[in-house]
């Protein structure tokens, strides 16, 4: 246990960009550089990312109605299985191959299938392949209930084949992003406001369920079948994000530091969120108070390496009033029906953390620039608007153009007859995700 507690603590010297100086490292070659050593916290913080899978699958599955479980429990298997194979073939070369196109992509390349012996190569290729696949994951649960299980393994393919990788690369690839100083350390923009907003487009596209919205327009509840699932999966969820935070870190310090904002920032938001249903509604909210806990991890997870606990604290207290907010916008005014308010908490709040981090960065930690509130001016602030904006105008393209060709082809919805009787039989030959429970007459 010692040389393992030792090597841990040696191991956390893995690239990270910090604004300006490591851009050039960016560019040459890898993301991460170092010794087998140093390589330890890193694939172990991967793997605490991929355990994050289980997390969302145990969301959207208590989220949703039983007869769609094993739909939804195949999605997020399948999702990373898929993503796997195509970031191999193209996905990887795009995001970390040589930059091209003045910051616009990575040449692509199969020279991972050449790498197996190369250490770093391998690390970083597992590293970036979870966090492709956390963005892919996303969708699945604001489009639960309804969508062809085809369909999604198509777009859900091309977002880590294409949409994601190369918006990644502007970031994390040494592009045109990067290069201008934008700050997004662990994915709030990259993966969480991508994977919200093809959530957003898919879920519009694809149609609310049936009996979701009544003649009159107004939204009606349609409960989840199983809300200890949904919480398992949060805790799950909030447990992998300290490896999604920290797997980069640089150091001891900043590994702590980056553990005691993505824990402040959730616990911050959840009470926000809990609080807040509590006066609004007489009794405190228990899934909306689950989701506080997710908005507030996307949230911190763009500034998490660059904020101090004050601003961890805000953060939180904003996202979880930003939650509660866009989850009655969308499906109040824009009549969109999402069953896990994947919309809300990764697009908006994915949004929110991104822009905060503007403010309240502290020119510590894995970045040199500083924020608005702490003497660094407008500067940083306009980047992180230019960074949303350019990867907003990007998925809103592409992934509109995605589900346009899928709906007009082999279509995006299941019938209204197997929405009714569930995607489980309908979609995969499963009687039950439950079939000891089932009552036989």
């Not at 990312?49 to 039983?66: D, I, K, L, N, P």
């Not at 822009?355 to 309240?360: D, E, R």
Request: aromatic share 12%; hydrophobic share 50%; glycine share 12%.
């Amino acid at each position: 246990m010692n040389t393992l507690l030792t090597l841990l603590s040696e191991a956390v010297t893995v690239f990270a960009p910090d604004q300006n100086a490591a851009v050039q490292a960016v560019v040459d070659e890898t993301m991460y550089s170092g010794s087998d050593v140093n390589g330890i916290w890193y694939l172990i913080g991967a793997a605490w990312v991929f355990f994050m899978q289980c997390g969302f699958a145990m969301v959207e599955t208590g989220m949703t109605r039983s007869k769609n479980a094993g739909n939804i429990i195949m999605k997020n298997l399948m999702d990373f299985c898929i993503g796997t194979v195509v970031f191999i073939l193209l996905g990887f070369g795009l995001l970390l191959g040589e930059d091209t196109l003045f910051g616009l992509v990575g040449i692509p390349n199969l020279d991972i299938l050449g790498s197996f012996s190369d250490f770093n190569r391998c690390a970083e290729f597992v590293f970036n392949l979870v966090f492709c696949a956390t963005a892919a994951t996303i969708v699945s649960g604001a489009m639960a209930e309804r969508t062809k299980f085809l369909s999604y393994c198509i777009y859900s393919g091309v977002i880590s084949a294409i949409v994601y990788p190369i918006e990644a690369h502007w970031i994390w690839g040494g592009g045109w992003l990067a290069q201008m100083g934008f700050v997004d350390f662990a994915g709030s923009t990259c993966i969480h406001m991508v994977g919200g907003l093809c959530a957003l487009i898919g879920a519009k596209m694809v149609g609310p369920r049936i009996g979701k919205f009544g003649k009159d327009g107004k939204p009606n509840a349609i409960l989840g079948h199983s809300m200890t699932l949904g919480a398992l999966g949060v805790f799950i969820l909030w447990f992998g994000w300290y490896g999604f935070n920290g797997a980069a870190a640089t150091s001891n310090t900043n590994l702590a530091s980056i553990f005691a904002t993505t824990t402040i920032a959730p616990a911050v938001s959840t009470i926000v969120v809990m609080v807040f249903t509590w006066i609004r509604n007489g009794k405190p909210d228990v899934s909306m108070t689950l989701n506080g806990s997710l908005a507030g991890l996307v949230a911190i997870t763009a500034g998490c390496a660059c904020v101090d606990a004050v601003g961890s604290a805000v953060i939180g207290v904003v996202a979880g009033l930003v939650v509660v907010f866009i989850v009655w916008f969308v499906e109040n005014k824009l009549k969109i029906d999402d069953p896990v308010g994947a919309i809300a908490v990764h697009g908006g709040c994915g949004i929110t953390g991104t822009i905060l981090v503007g403010f309240f960065a502290t020119g510590k930690g894995e970045y040199t620039a500083k924020g608005l509130f702490y003497g660094g001016g407008a500067k940083l602030l306009g980047t992180q608007l230019i960074g949303i904006l350019s990867i907003v105008a990007w998925v809103a393209v592409t992934m509109t153009i995605v589900f346009f060709i899928i709906k007009k082809t082999i279509g995006l919805r299941v019938t209204p007859a197997e929405e009714i009787e569930g995607l489980d039989p309908t979609e995969h030959g499963l009687e039950n995700a439950y079939a000891d429970f089932i009552v036989k007459k």
